[in-house]
């Protein structure tokens, strides 16, 4: 079956403007996470979805970071006035939740280059 | 608060040879343990989940080993081919957060023909 797909793959973007990443988790899924990851380094946890509520947001890294989930499906990374240090590749990932330690699915991933 | 360190940073070594890649995790209270493969362009794909409860997992040329209590856990891969290149990443699912994942920076793997 489809797997988590992630839009676009690639963008590049100069600095102060706004980028929308977007995310396709499998379908059926009920959890849905934002990573980011920078060179050489490991993953970091934005956000986590349950259905369309987001009840931690805590890793998101500043209020220039915002994410939205339409019901059990699509969602969208909104990163604003877009700076060097938001390039990095952003992975989304999807579960489904039937309690702790269950697998989670990565997308491909959107490389961000802001300039 | 739960850390997560890979050694090597990286590895390489030529075709055939059997390799153990190094994670260890700084709190024992987990759910489980995975490895990851992360190609370029493609995603992460997970290789093995160890639950709290196991010592190891098996898949085909790769078994890992979880030891829990000295926060410790190898992957092992067997007979290595250049298609095994790439980097292998560990994350560890934390008994005080039932979703997030804590992940180390990763081993890249390079196998020579």
């Known amino acids: 079956g489809a797997g988590v797909s992630q839009s676009p793959s690639n963008k590049v973007t100069e600095k102060g403007k706004d980028v929308e990443l977007r995310c396709d988790p499998i379908?059926?899924?009920?959890?849905l996470y934002w990573y980011r990851q920078r060179l050489g380094q490991g993953l970091e946890f934005l956000i986590y979805?349950?259905?369309?509520?987001?009840?931690?947001k805590s890793g998101l890294p500043s209020d220039r970071f915002s994410a939205e989930r339409t019901g059990e499906s699509v969602s969208t990374l909104t990163i604003q006035r877009t700076q060097q240090e938001d390039s990095a590749v952003y992975l989304c990932?999807?579960?489904?939740?039937?309690?702790?330690?269950?697998?989670?699915?990565f997308g491909p991933g959107t490389r961000l280059t802001v300039t | 608060k739960q850390e997560v360190t890979q050694i090597p940073a990286a590895l390489s070594v030529p075709e055939g040879e059997n390799l153990v890649l190094n994670c260890s995790f700084t709190?024992?209270?987990?759910?489980?343990l995975q490895w990851f493969r992360q190609d370029p362009g493609k995603g992460l794909t997970s290789l093995l989940l160890?639950?709290?409860s196991q010592r190891e997992q098996t898949s085909g040329r790769l078994n890992a080993s979880l030891d829990k209590s000295s926060g410790r856990s190898t992957l092992y891969i067997a007979a290595s081919q250049p298609g095994d290149s790439a980097t292998y990443l560990c994350?560890?699912?934390?008994?005080?957060?039932?979703?997030?994942?804590?992940w180390g920076a990763g081993t890249k793997l390079i196998i020579k023909p």
């Open positions: 990932a999807s579960s489904s939740y039937r309690g702790p330690g269950y697998e989670q699915y």
């Open positions: 379908s059926g899924h009920t959890a």
């Open positions: 979805f349950q259905g369309n509520s987001a009840p931690d």
């Open positions: 709190d024992s209270a987990i759910y489980n």
């Open positions: 160890i639950q709290s």
């Open positions: 994350a560890v699912s934390p008994m005080d957060s039932n979703y997030q994942l804590i």
